[in-house]
């Protein structure tokens, strides 16, 4: 099944794309009734839309119009499982006995990684949320795009209990963890800025000489 779309739609850099690929903005990922599923400023870009006729665009319309309601089903998984969060993170600490309790759905890796992109957008996570949305997807065990996102809703919701996740990904994927340094500045918490500086000490030696000196700037 071709996901990979997915992933793409995620990227936060434009740098190393394929010439004429541009940057999606979340809000493509679930168009009103009709529109297209993938769209770059209106622009078409993967599959026609239903008023097109066959053929249009290129490649091979059947293929392409299977592929398009494969992306769309697995984008309207996430959306279906970002609600169940954003219940779940609305509901008291005391709940009703009879309340029915969410049941997550299992997601593959490029939905769990949007998934996330779209949690980010929440304004607050409570703890209890972060806690039962990590061990639900056993985030800590993930690739590093998804543990770099879990790391952006720990600084960003202050989630103290997983900063040794933070701490890890620092030391462990070096390339990824340059917007995270700014995360930990830019929150002005003391203990979030003495993470980012402990962590830097601790792995600037292993660091690439444009890349310490980027995260130096950013911390002193």
Same mark, same amino acid.
């Given at each position: 099944m071709a996901i990979w779309t997915l992933r793409f739609l995620t990227r936060r850099e434009s740098s190393g794309w394929p010439?004429?690929?541009?940057?999606? !903005?979340?809000? =493509?990922? +679930?168009? *009103?009734?009709?529109?297209?599923?993938?769209?770059?400023?209106?622009?078409?870009?993967? !599959?026609?839309?239903? #008023?097109?006729? *066959?053929?249009?665009?290129?490649? @091979?319309?059947?293929?392409?119009?299977?592929? *398009?309601? #494969?992306?769309?089903?697995? =984008?309207?998984?996430? !959306? =279906?499982?970002?609600?169940? %969060?954003?219940?779940?993170?609305?509901?008291?600490?005391?709940?009703?006995?009879?309340?029915?309790?969410?049941? +997550?759905? @299992?997601?593959?890796?490029d939905q769990l990684l949007l998934l996330l992109e779209h949690l980010l957008e929440q304004t607050t996570l409570n703890p209890r949320t972060l806690q039962r949305l #990590?061990?639900?997807?056993?985030?800590?065990?993930?690739? *590093?795009?998804?543990?770099?996102? %879990?790391?952006?809703?720990?600084?960003?919701?202050?989630?103290? @209990? =997983?900063?040794?996740?933070?701490e890890r990904f620092l030391q462990e994927d070096q390339a990824m963890g340059i917007y995270l340094y700014g995360e930990l500045m830019v929150n002005e918490d003391a203990r979030q800025q003495q993470l980012a500086r402990k962590c830097f000490e601790l792995s600037k030696e292993q660091m690439d000489r444009s890349s310490a000196e980027v995260v130096a700037e950013m911390l002193f």
């Open positions: 010439q004429g690929c541009g940057r999606f !903005s979340r809000s =493509a990922l +679930f168009p *009103a009734s009709g529109q297209h599923f993938y769209s770059h400023r209106g622009q078409e870009t993967f !599959s026609r839309t239903p #008023e097109q006729p *066959a053929g249009v665009g290129g490649g @091979k319309p059947l293929q392409r119009e299977r592929q *398009a309601g #494969e992306e769309c089903g697995l =984008a309207r998984q996430v !959306s =279906a499982e970002v609600e169940k %969060w954003v219940r779940v993170n609305r509901r008291p600490r005391k709940r009703k006995r009879r309340e029915t309790e969410e049941v +997550f759905a @299992k997601l593959l890796p #990590e061990r639900t997807y056993h985030l800590p065990e993930q690739d *590093a795009e998804v543990r770099h996102r %879990w790391c952006e809703l720990v600084v960003k919701h202050k989630y103290k @209990k =997983a900063y040794g996740h933070v």
